[in-house]
Nanobody, 121 residues
Framework: QVQLVESGGGLVHAGGSLNVSCVAS????????MGWYRQAPGKQRERVAT???????NYADSVKGRFTVSRDNAKNAVNLFMDSLKPEDTAVYYC???????????????WGQGTQVTVSS
């Protein structure tokens, strides 16, 4: 089994910063990508930022220049630093990983339980 456990998030005023982190554990052979998605009330889940092996980081246009995603491959972890936060960044943030549990298994997607980020105006 594979688990993604998130930490961080919380409440911040507009213009402030927050950090969310995620660690993958369990039966992991290799990780192809890790990153973050978010879902605001009444809206679909959307990609925020991901890091893909041999490709690098990519960001949603709405967060470019404000958010920074990073990975610690040794710890199977991904971090999202969010700066200059806006009320529209308010959402549940979900960690995502595409990984193989063994050299013989196909890559599949895994999700964390989500962590709330609230930005007050």
């Amino acid at each position: 089994q594979v688990q993604l456990v998130e930490s961080g998030g919380g409440l911040v005023h507009a213009g402030g910063s927050l950090n969310v982190s995620c660690v993958a554990s369990g039966r992991i052979f290799s990780i192809t990508s890790m990153g973050w998605y978010r879902q605001a009330p009444g809206k679909q889940r959307e990609r925020v930022a991901t890091i893909i092996n041999d490709v690098g980081a990519n960001y949603a246009d709405s967060v470019k220049g404000r958010f920074t995603v990073s990975r610690d491959n040794a710890k199977n972890a991904v971090n999202l630093f969010m700066d200059s936060l806006k009320p529209e960044d308010t959402a549940v943030y979900y960690c995502n990983a595409a990984l193989q549990s063994s050299p013989f298994s196909a890559p599949r997607q895994y999700w964390g339980q989500g962590t709330q980020v609230t930005v007050s105006s």
